[in-house]
C-alpha cells in the first residue's frame, strides 16, 4: 500500500491554502526554482540516475539490529522506534543541549546549509561551517529541477567543509527546515548516514536558548572523504510504479493537501498524486514556525501508522521537487525505518502521462 502527499507554490504552512511565505514553508523556495528554471526546463520521462557500489546494503530498519544495547527498541503499534541515543550514539535528530555538550568532541563537525545565491548567512551557531545546498541539489541530468548533483561535485564539498569518514557531522539550518533534511538524505546517500544528524529547532531553537552564535563560519581544516554510494535510499518512477500494490510499501507525499488533492498544481502538471499515496504535509510534523521542533513522537508515530507503515516495510518519500519530501525522508529514518527517497517526486511522475495518477482526497 502506497501512501501520499502534495508541494508546487507557495501557501499558508499551516493549511496550504494561502499564500503566506512562512520562514519554515520550502513551497516557497520550490516556487523560486521553479521560477528561475520554468523558461528552459521541460521534465522528461527517465528513470533517476543510480550508481552502483559494491558495499553490502545497510538496512535501517531497527527491526534488523542484533547488537546488544544497541539493538534495544521501543516498540508502539506497527512502529518501531529507536531507544534513546546514549551519548556515543547520538539519534538521526540531536538536541540543543546534545549539542551544547559534544560541540568540543574531537570529531564533530557542525554544518550551517544556506543558499549562498541568496546571500551569506549572518549568523552561525559557534563553531559552525558553511555548506551551500547548491552543491547537492541543481538541475539533474534529466532535466528535473532539483536533483542530487554528482556524487563528485558533493564529496568536494564536504571535504572543503572538513568532513572525513570519521566525522560526526551535525546539520542545522535557518528558516527551512527541509534544507538540513536534504543534507541529511545526501550523505545518507553517500554511506555518512549513520554518523549524521540534524539538530532539531535549526539555530531559531539555538538563539532563543541564549547559546553562543558567530558572526561568520568557523575556519576548517579539509577533510578526508570517500564516498560509499548506497543503492538502497533512491528510488526511481519505475520502481514505484513495480510497487504500486506491494502491501510492504508505504508512500509518503509531503505536499500540502491541496497540491495533493489537485486543487491548486503546478504549471504544465497533472493534478492529483501517485496512487496509494498517504498525505503527510511535512510542516505538521513540526511544533510551529516559531518553534520549529519535532512535535512529540506519539504524535508523530500516529502519522506513520496511519498511513500504514510497518516496521519490517519500506517507506517512500516525495513531494512536488524532493525538497520538502526530505523532511519526511529524515523523519522516517528517525523513526527507525527502511527508508527510501524518490528525487524525481511529482515534477517526474505527474509529467508522465503515461503513469496513473489520483485527483481528490482518496489515496486510490
Not at 502538471?269 to 501517485?274: A, V
Not at 527507525?336 to 489520483?358: H, I, K, M, Q
Given at each position: 500500500?502506497?501512501?501520499?502527499?502534495?508541494?508546487?507554490?507557495?501557501?499558508?504552512?499551516?493549511?496550504?491554502?494561502?499564500?503566506?511565505?512562512?520562514?519554515?514553508?520550502?513551497?516557497?523556495?520550490?516556487?523560486?526554482?521553479?521560477?528561475?528554471?520554468?523558461?528552459?526546463?521541460?521534465?522528461?520521462?527517465?528513470?533517476?540516475?543510480?550508481?552502483?557500489?559494491?558495499?553490502?546494503?545497510?538496512?535501517?530498519?531497527?527491526?534488523?539490529?542484533?547488537?546488544?544495547?544497541?539493538a534495544l527498541v521501543v516498540v508502539t503499534g506497527l512502529i518501531t522506534v529507536p531507544?534513546?541515543?546514549?551519548?556515543?550514539?547520538?539519534?538521526?535528530?540531536?538536541?540543543?543541549?546534545?549539542?551544547?555538550?559534544?560541540?568540543?568532541?574531537?570529531?564533530?563537525?557542525?554544518?550551517?546549509?544556506?543558499?549562498?545565491?541568496?546571500?551569506?548567512?549572518?549568523?552561525?551557531?559557534?563553531?559552525?561551517?558553511?555548506?551551500?545546498?547548491?552543491?547537492?541539489?541543481?538541475?539533474?541530468?534529466?532535466?528535473?529541477?532539483?536533483?542530487?548533483?554528482?556524487?563528485?561535485?558533493?564529496?568536494?564539498?564536504?571535504?572543503?567543509?572538513?568532513?572525513?569518514?570519521?566525522?560526526?557531522?551535525?546539520?542545522?539550518?535557518?528558516?527551512?527546515?527541509?534544507?538540513?533534511?536534504?543534507?541529511?538524505?545526501?550523505?545518507?546517500?553517500?554511506?555518512?548516514?549513520?554518523?549524521?544528524?540534524?539538530?532539531?529547532?535549526?539555530?531559531?531553537?539555538?538563539?532563543?536558548?541564549?547559546?553562543?552564535?558567530?558572526?561568520?563560519?568557523?575556519?576548517?581544516?579539509?577533510?578526508?572523504?570517500?564516498?560509499?554510494?548506497?543503492?538502497?535510499?533512491?528510488?526511481?518512477?519505475?520502481?514505484?510504479?513495480?510497487?504500486?500494490?506491494?502491501?510492504?510499501?508505504?508512500?509518503?507525499?509531503?505536499?500540502?493537501?491541496?497540491?495533493?488533492?489537485?486543487?491548486?498544481?503546478?504549471?504544465d502538471q497533472r493534478p492529483g498524486h501517485i496512487p496509494g499515496a498517504y498525505n503527510?504535509?511535512?510542516?505538521?510534523?513540526?511544533?510551529?514556525?516559531?518553534?520549529?521542533?519535532?512535535?512529540?513522537?506519539?504524535?508523530?508515530?500516529?502519522?506513520?501508522?496511519?498511513?500504514?507503515?510497518?516496521?519490517?516495510?519500506?517507506?517512500?518519500?516525495?513531494?512536488?521537487?524532493?525538497?520538502?519530501?526530505?523532511?519526511?525522508?529524515?523523519?522516517?529514518?528517525?523513526?527507525?525505518?527502511?527508508?527510501?527517497?524518490?528525487?524525481?517526486?511529482?515534477?517526474?511522475?505527474?509529467?508522465?502521462?503515461?503513469?496513473?495518477?489520483?485527483?481528490?482526497?482518496?489515496?486510490?
Amino acid at each position: 500500500m502506497i501512501g501520499g502527499e502534495q508541494d508546487p507554490t507557495a501557501i499558508n504552512h499551516r493549511d496550504g491554502k494561502g499564500v503566506r511565505a512562512s520562514p519554515h514553508n520550502d513551497n516557497t523556495l520550490e516556487q523560486t526554482d521553479l521560477l528561475q528554471r520554468r523558461s528552459s526546463h521541460r521534465t522528461r520521462n527517465g528513470a533517476v540516475p543510480m550508481i552502483d557500489t559494491a558495499l553490502t546494503k545497510t538496512r535501517h530498519s531497527l527491526g534488523r539490529a542484533r547488537v546488544g544495547l544497541a539493538a534495544l527498541v521501543v516498540v508502539t503499534g506497527l512502529i518501531t522506534v529507536p531507544a534513546r541515543a546514549t551519548a556515543q550514539e547520538p539519534q538521526v535528530l540531536v538536541s540543543t543541549d546534545w549539542l551544547a555538550d559534544h560541540a568540543a568532541d574531537p570529531d564533530l563537525v557542525l554544518l550551517h546549509v544556506g543558499m549562498s545565491m541568496r546571500g551569506m548567512p549572518e549568523e552561525y551557531i559557534a563553531g559552525a561551517r558553511f555548506i551551500d545546498y547548491r552543491d547537492f541539489a541543481d538541475e539533474g541530468p534529466t532535466g528535473l529541477i532539483v536533483e542530487l548533483t554528482p556524487v563528485e561535485k558533493m564529496v568536494e564539498a564536504l571535504q572543503g567543509a572538513g568532513v572525513s569518514n570519521d566525522s560526526r557531522v551535525v546539520v542545522y539550518g535557518s528558516g527551512s527546515a527541509h534544507l538540513p533534511a536534504r543534507i541529511f538524505m545526501s550523505l545518507d546517500y553517500l554511506g555518512l548516514g549513520d554518523r549524521t544528524s540534524v539538530l532539531d529547532g535549526g539555530i531559531e531553537t539555538w538563539k532563543a536558548e541564549g547559546r553562543a552564535l558567530a558572526s561568520e563560519a568557523s575556519p576548517s581544516a579539509r577533510g578526508s572523504f570517500t564516498a560509499h554510494v548506497r543503492d538502497d535510499v533512491l528510488v526511481t518512477s519505475d520502481w514505484i510504479f513495480e510497487h504500486l500494490e506491494d502491501g510492504s510499501v508505504t508512500l509518503i507525499d509531503a505536499r500540502p493537501e491541496n497540491e495533493y488533492t489537485g486543487e491548486r498544481s503546478g504549471e504544465d502538471q497533472r493534478p492529483g498524486h501517485i496512487p496509494g499515496a498517504y498525505n503527510l504535509f511535512w510542516g505538521d510534523l513540526m511544533v510551529s514556525d516559531e518553534e520549529p521542533v519535532l512535535r512529540a513522537l506519539d504524535e508523530v508515530k500516529a502519522r506513520w501508522a496511519e498511513a500504514g507503515a510497518d516496521a519490517e516495510g519500506i517507506v517512500v518519500n516525495y513531494c512536488y521537487i524532493g525538497m520538502r519530501a526530505s523532511y519526511t525522508y529524515l523523519i522516517s529514518r528517525h523513526l527507525g525505518f527502511d527508508t527510501r527517497f524518490y528525487d524525481g517526486s511529482w515534477n517526474e511522475w505527474g509529467a508522465s502521462e503515461s503513469l496513473p495518477a489520483v485527483a481528490g482526497k482518496s489515496r486510490r
